[in-house]
């Protein structure tokens, strides 16, 4: 007989811990290992491991108010994950308590031994016990608090606290914690938009053009995931974030312009670039890490897209495309991507507040890498929330390239953050933020620097 929905997952989240590879990955690992080869089965794995990932601050919070004489991080994976697992199921899915206790019981009784599943079995009880309020009293401040109940990291739950204020904090971190939008972009280059809506509807994806950014439909219900239709299939659309999309439409090349995208792995925003201009750009694409640019060679041979790809480090860019210049450069560099918590809730467990600042002295090596590259504009976009990675980088940038204004990219989304820890941004209203608890979309931030 097959393992249960429970095992499976407590399969997935220990490769997760030990490998930090995204869910979706380690679903696919998991299950192919065990011969489930229904991409069905795979979907409801994915979507309760992102449920559970999603809670998993405050899951913990439950374990360790009941671990008694230890942490939750000190205990076996297997032990720990059996204990999420079934503290999920009891809290937040309506399962009987002794239901959730049994499975969580037989799991790790079958995988160590009569000793680990006498312990689950105890601590188990006391979950049982416990309320939210229980578990939030213990708290030892209003960040923890928040974090907890929220299911966000600390360092998040600070720096927001900061920049929008509580009452708003919560509002994102309650967006963050529901089911993200789905959007779709349409190679406008490869098939007319109209059709595409046409063929999706017989499939049963319904959808609805985005009325601000161009080639972007909405998934508004679907029978079938549109990854399963035939224009899915064909390349005739693929998934893309408004955003993310957004960012692009912000450089709007003219026909026959030149495009540099310098981080630019696996594709998605050249190729919306690509879609917008019906082909009529000179595309290169960049990026350092040879696996995301073999992903990106596969996409766009199967999106129509061509494009000069080059393996290269945009911090050395200038030298290693020989002084070449281009009309427009996008920088969509490595980011915390705390804007997108709602799709990836793993990232939320796995970068810290270090790993934010590293992020940001990275972003600002690539603009000022590319910088002299751009003849007319420079885009500049991250899924991130932060003001380090964002306000921060372009203020800094700006102070030393003093070739550059800040543009209105596009006109969507919210102004960017006005001030931050005495520090001022005195163009914060020509920079654009979409936040997912107002704009129905990832966190996102472009800001369109053009030669002055
Ligand atoms: C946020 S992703 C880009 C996503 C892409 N723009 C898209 O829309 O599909 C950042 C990319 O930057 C690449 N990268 C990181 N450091 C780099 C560097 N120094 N030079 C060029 N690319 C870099 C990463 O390999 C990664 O593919």
Not at 304 to 309: C, K, N
Not at 356 to 380: F, M, T
């Amino acid at each position: 007989m097959g393992l249960s929905r429970q095992e499976l997952t407590v399969r997935v989240l220990v490769r997760w811990e030990r490998t930090r590879r995204s869910l979706r990955s380690c679903v696919k690992r998991v299950l192919l290992s065990e011969g489930v080869e229904d991409h069905k089965v795979w979907g409801t794995i994915h979507a309760y491991c992102m449920e559970l990932m999603k809670r998993l601050r405050t899951i913990d919070a439950f374990l360790e108010a009941a671990v008694r004489n230890s942490s939750v991080r000190d205990l076996d994976p297997w032990v720990r994950n059996a204990l999420r697992v079934a503290t999920f199921e009891m809290k937040f899915n309506d399962v009987k308590p002794a239901i959730a206790t049994n499975e969580a019981v037989k799991i790790v009784l079958d995988e160590l031994g009569e000793g680990p599943a006498r312990f689950v079995n105890a601590v188990l009880y006391d979950v049982e016990e416990l309320s939210m309020d229980d578990v939030l009293d213990r708290a030892r401040d209003e960040i923890e608090r928040l974090a907890i109940e929220y299911s966000h990291p600390e360092w998040f739950v600070r720096h927001l606290l900061d920049t929008l204020g509580r009452e708003e904090l919560e509002r994102l971190m309650e967006a963050n914690n529901r089911e993200p939008e789905r959007y779709l972009r349409v190679h406008a280059h490869l098939i007319d938009p109209d059709k595409v809506v046409l063929e999706l509807e017989k499939e049963g994806v319904v959808v609805e053009e985005d009325p601000d950014v161009p080639l972007i439909l909405r998934v508004v219900e679907h029978d079938v995931p549109p990854v399963r239709t035939e224009p899915y299939r064909r390349g005739w659309v693929a998934y893309q974030d408004k955003a993310s999309a957004a960012a692009a439409y912000a450089l709007r090349p003219d026909p026959g312009d030149s495009v540099l995208d310098a981080c630019a792995a696996p594709g998605n925003k050249s190729a919306y670039l690509y879609a917008l201009a019906e082909g009529e750009i000179e595309l290169t694409c960049v990026d350092v890490n040879p696996r995301r640019l073999r992903e990106m060679r596969r996409n766009f041979r199967r999106w129509g897209v061509e494009a000069r790809i080059r393996r290269a480090d945009a911090t050395e860019l200038e030298r290693e495309l020989d002084s070449e210049r281009f009309d427009h450069v996008l920088v969509d560099p490595p980011c915390s991507s705390s804007g997108a918590y709602a799709r990836s809730p793993e990232t939320r467990w796995t970068v810290r507040w270090r790993h934010v600042n590293r992020y940001a002295r990275g972003q600002l090596a690539i603009l000022r890498g590319v910088a002299p590259l751009a003849e007319h504009s420079l885009v500049y976009s991250t899924c991130s929330v932060t003001v380090v990675e964002n306000e921060e980088v372009v203020r800094r940038f700006l102070r030393e390239e003093d070739g550059f204004e800040p543009e209105e990219p596009f006109d969507l989304g919210s102004p960017g953050v006005e001030r931050w820890r005495g520090q001022r941004y005195p163009w914060h209203d020509r920079v654009r933020r979409l936040w997912p608890h107002r704009h129905r979309t990832e966190g996102f931030f472009t800001a369109r620097l053009v030669r002055s």
